[in-house]
């Protein structure tokens, strides 16, 4: 059995998630995200959608890239 890299969860239905140059074990899709999942430059907030992106800063929302000073970013065209 492999042990979970969030919660140490010993589980024999573990999966791995590789993003780039990191990997991970997980026994969640919860925990996989609380580990890998991006975050909100402004709030924090973990990204599970597409986000929106300026000058290389990750945001959940337009509003939050906004409040970052990205003012070119909006919700709908």
């Given at each position: 059995?492999?042990?979970?890299?969030?919660?140490?969860?010993?589980?024999?239905?573990?999966?791995?998630i590789t993003r780039g140059a990191e990997?991970?074990?997980?026994d969640s899709f919860e925990c996989a995200v609380h580990a890998m999942a991006p975050t909100c430059e402004h709030c924090g907030v973990r990204i599970l959608g597409h986000g929106v992106e300026a000058?290389?800063?990750?945001?959940?929302?337009?509003?939050?890239?906004?409040?970052?000073?990205a003012v070119e970013l909006v919700d709908r065209a």
């Open positions: 059995m492999a042990t979970c890299d969030t919660c140490g969860n010993e589980y024999d239905k573990t999966f791995t990997s991970g074990t997980f000058d290389g800063d990750v945001y959940c929302c337009a509003s939050c890239a906004r409040m970052s000073g």
